[in-house]
């Protein structure tokens, strides 16, 4: 039986924003609102949505760099919650985050060695001559050559330089990873490149890995489950071949309908949505996405669905049950 790398449990992170006027009430922005999931040691589990839909509000606090408005996170075990910051350093050598922009996450003045051997340096894992010794082999594992140590960023293109922050990530062995959107900023051919090479590293290394996208064609890739969110909640969670053979929820449709089709022959299914994204400040009452789907009915302004198993392993947040939806074609 395989081990819970991480348990989310019904967590928000709501930010209370600073008042517009004298005497007006200070307003609170729901970035995350009642999540919960859970992922399996060696799993990927993807976490896709529009720009704006929390993924990366849930993978910095899964991290516990935000705190925790309520709810719980038990990282192997343990509840890390309220854990102070002396308290979560140990543990932050098993979690890492691969960043966005691997150019903005480097410092241009800094060595790529001082860059990867930055967390030996805070956790005072190494001797400097060891410290050489894992950088290398840090560099080498990610595919990149030891004598890049004596470089700096901005001799590299943007897959050597997320490379980098990806070798960083890795020096100190962690069991599990946070990639937030780590090939958004690369172009096509080098975004695969980037993608196959967490997988190999995943084998390898036995990785347990959050993958934050906004492009479900790189999700499927990559991930074992797929977590669907938005305006802060979670729409519909499902295995991969599940869910994109059968997706369950109005809005995962709709992102599969937005996806360009590469085969000028082949027609996608068109699913409009109608009117913006509504602002987290003011969210709509009952389901969070009935401003916008097609199949709302009444009583979706009136209730809010529950997260809840509609097969084994499928879950959705949706009250009607009816639905026929389609994945991509």
Sequence with gaps: MSERILEVRDIRRWYTLPRRSFGGRPETLKAVDGVSFAIESGEVLGLVGESGSGKTTIGRTVLRLNPVTSGKIVFRGRDITTLTRAGMRPIRRDMQLIFQDPFASLNPRMTVGRIVAAPLAIHGASSPAESRE???????MVGLLPRHAARYPHEFSGGQRQRIGIARALILHPAFLVAD????????????????????????LGLTILFIAHDLAVVGQISDRIAVMYLGKLMELAPTETLFANPRHPYTEALFAAAPVPDPARRSRRVLLSGDIPSPLTPPSGCVFRTRCPYAIGACAEQEPAF??????????CLREELTLQGPS
Aim: hydrophobic share 50%.
């Design 308 to 317: 809840r198993e509609v097969e084994p392993g499928h879950f959705k947040a």
């Design 134 to 140: 894992q950088v290398a082999a840090a560099l080498t």
């Design 181 to 204: 959107e780590p090939v958004s900023a690369l172009d096509v051919s080098i975004q695969a490149q980037i993608v196959n090479l967490l997988l190999d590293l995943k084998d390898r």
